[in-house]
């Protein structure tokens, strides 16, 4: 799919935005299944909130297995039916989660058991859809367009989870099982459609990268991942995925709590506050993508900046709400909220475009292993992080006896953590790599 008349190759942004469409579908089915579900679960079939949280929980902890998915579509020659096959997995157990709800009142240890196998198949799909998708984007899509690529595809991911929530929410009223069926049903069917859209035929130019010759011996798992770890830049990496994510997901589930608890916020107007801090999120995202469409590869010191950047934006930003629980009446709240969402996005594409440029790399063709890697590392984060950040205020909150002091000493943590996240990021590219393929690699993917 290359563009006549230039001399970049590799997909086109025609092609980018039709492999968005991946991430918009798995975005819509993920709204449903941990934003619907887990309140239809606490509402309407009157569970313990514990329940719907520990089963995203585990949908997390599955996607740990996701160098095993992209290890298998590096072995194979389309990377397409793994992100089929894990989209299909994904919207079938969507609808057994959405039955295992229903459930939950007559028979709940059915219901239970029958949530637990329905998380189980979401977490896989997720890992193989999403890992797979992502390795596909670092060896279709030219480096100079890496940035934009990660800003289109995760743009189009909220996209989805924006127009999922929005139509289920206005659908499901009045509330009643069946029309939950039928909507998730929807939903499920809708994002499996758009996949084999957005995967057709995207595989019948060549690969960026050198991709595995067919007659070449299938390298062992186990072998891939030491090759993989023996590498001090992909494994510095995976240590910063971790540590950010970590500090990124911590802060999602208490900005409205210290709303309400702090700043004695209604739910209208926290939400409003949410609703804030992801436009400043979209923002940074479209930031990263058009300037990385403008500089490209050829400055790729810029992806490496923009990490950092984001990351100590993103400290100050929770430094600024910790200063906030102390000068509530004349501090601006708002404009901090929005100023922690931009300094997220920007960390978080940047970092997306990092992946794919050094997902190339490695002493064999390892770009889905790699993605796994990574990929497990966020989603192991994001399993801790957002109980821990969670956790953390609560237990403060007991000892300290004051919200405002307890959210202070979470905001720090992050802080702190968001700091050694911008260091760990900034020494990456001085890393060398005993790799015979990155030659010049840094953060931003040089060298491809």
């Given at each position: 799919m290359a563009q006549a008349g230039s001399q970049t190759t590799g997909l086109g942004w025609l092609g980018i935005v039709k492999l968005g469409l991946v991430q918009s579908a798995i975005g819509a089915v993920a709204a449903l299944t941990t934003s619907t579900l887990n309140r239809v679960t606490i509402v309407e079939a009157g569970m313990p909130a514990m329940l719907p949280a520990a089963l995203v929980a585990w949908h997390y902890v599955v996607q740990l297995s996701?160098?095993?998915?992209?290890?298998?579509?590096?072995?194979?020659?389309?990377?397409?039916?793994?992100?089929i096959g894990g989209m299909s997995a994904l919207a079938l157990g969507a609808i057994l989660a959405t039955d295992s709800v229903t459930?939950?009142?007559?028979?709940?240890?059915?219901?239970?058991?029958?949530?637990?196998?329905?998380?189980s198949m979401i977490g896989a799909g997720m890992g193989a859809a999403g890992t797979s998708?992502?390795?596909?984007?670092?060896?279709?899509?030219?480096?100079?367009?890496?940035?934009?690529?990660?800003?289109?595809?995760?743009?189009?991911?909220?996209?989805?989870?924006?127009?999922?929530?929005?139509?289920?929410?206005?659908?499901?009223?009045?509330?009643?099982?069946?029309?939950?069926?039928?909507?998730?049903?929807?939903?499920?069917?809708?994002?499996?459609?758009?996949?084999?859209?957005?995967v057709w035929r995207v595989e019948d130019g060549p690969e960026i990268t050198a991709p595995a010759q067919p007659d070449a011996p299938k390298a062992a798992f186990n072998d891939v991942l030491r090759d993989i770890w023996s590498d001090p830049v992909a494994r510095n990496f995976t240590v910063f995925v971790f540590v950010s994510m970590l500090a990124y997901s911590a802060q999602e589930l208490i900005l409205e709590p210290f709303a309400g608890l702090v700043f004695a916020m209604t739910p209208g107007q926290s939400a409003q506050l949410s609703g804030l801090q992801h436009g400043g999120v979209l923002l940074g995202m479209v930031t990263v993508g058009v300037l990385g469409a403008r500089f490209g590869d050829r400055r790729s010191q810029w992806m490496r900046l923009w990490t950092v950047g984001g990351c100590l934006g993103s400290a100050v930003a929770l430094a600024g709400l910790g200063a906030a629980t102390a000068f509530k009446p004349v501090w601006p709240l708002a404009p901090t909220v929005f100023g922690l969402g931009f300094a997220n996005g920007v960390f978080a594409v940047s970092a997306i475009g990092s992946m794919m440029g050094l997902a190339g790399g490695g002493r064999s063709p390892s770009a889905g292993a790699r993605m796994g890697v990574w990929g497990a590392a966020q989603a192991g984060a994001f399993a801790i992080g957002g109980f821990l950040g969670a956790a953390g205020s609560d237990a403060l909150r007991k000892v300290l006896h004051d919200p405002a002091s307890a959210f202070l000493g979470v905001f720090a943590v992050e802080a702190l953590i968001f700091l050694a996240s911008a260091a760990l990021a900034a020494g990456i590219s001085k890393t060398p790599s005993p790799s015979t393929n990155t030659g010049q690699l840094t953060l931003g993917g040089a060298g491809q």
């Amino acid at each position: 799919m290359a563009q006549a008349g230039s001399q970049t190759t590799g997909l086109g942004w025609l092609g980018i935005v039709k492999l968005g469409l991946v991430q918009s579908a798995i975005g819509a089915v993920a709204a449903l299944t941990t934003s619907t579900l887990n309140r239809v679960t606490i509402v309407e079939a009157g569970m313990p909130a514990m329940l719907p949280a520990a089963l995203v929980a585990w949908h997390y902890v599955v996607q740990l297995s996701r160098p095993h998915w992209g290890h298998g579509s590096d072995q194979g020659q389309r990377r397409t039916p793994f992100i089929i096959g894990g989209m299909s997995a994904l919207a079938l157990g969507a609808i057994l989660a959405t039955d295992s709800v229903t459930m939950l009142h007559g028979s709940p240890v059915v219901g239970m058991l029958l949530g637990l196998l329905a998380y189980s198949m979401i977490g896989a799909g997720m890992g193989a859809a999403g890992t797979s998708l992502l390795a596909l984007l670092a060896t279709r899509v030219a480096p100079e367009r890496r940035p934009a690529a990660a800003s289109i595809t995760w743009v189009m991911m909220i996209l989805g989870i924006v127009l999922s929530a929005s139509i289920t929410g206005a659908l499901l009223t009045p509330f009643s099982a069946q029309r939950l069926a039928m909507i998730a049903s929807g939903v499920a069917g809708i994002a499996f459609l758009l996949t084999l859209l957005a995967v057709w035929r995207v595989e019948d130019g060549p690969e960026i990268t050198a991709p595995a010759q067919p007659d070449a011996p299938k390298a062992a798992f186990n072998d891939v991942l030491r090759d993989i770890w023996s590498d001090p830049v992909a494994r510095n990496f995976t240590v910063f995925v971790f540590v950010s994510m970590l500090a990124y997901s911590a802060q999602e589930l208490i900005l409205e709590p210290f709303a309400g608890l702090v700043f004695a916020m209604t739910p209208g107007q926290s939400a409003q506050l949410s609703g804030l801090q992801h436009g400043g999120v979209l923002l940074g995202m479209v930031t990263v993508g058009v300037l990385g469409a403008r500089f490209g590869d050829r400055r790729s010191q810029w992806m490496r900046l923009w990490t950092v950047g984001g990351c100590l934006g993103s400290a100050v930003a929770l430094a600024g709400l910790g200063a906030a629980t102390a000068f509530k009446p004349v501090w601006p709240l708002a404009p901090t909220v929005f100023g922690l969402g931009f300094a997220n996005g920007v960390f978080a594409v940047s970092a997306i475009g990092s992946m794919m440029g050094l997902a190339g790399g490695g002493r064999s063709p390892s770009a889905g292993a790699r993605m796994g890697v990574w990929g497990a590392a966020q989603a192991g984060a994001f399993a801790i992080g957002g109980f821990l950040g969670a956790a953390g205020s609560d237990a403060l909150r007991k000892v300290l006896h004051d919200p405002a002091s307890a959210f202070l000493g979470v905001f720090a943590v992050e802080a702190l953590i968001f700091l050694a996240s911008a260091a760990l990021a900034a020494g990456i590219s001085k890393t060398p790599s005993p790799s015979t393929n990155t030659g010049q690699l840094t953060l931003g993917g040089a060298g491809q």
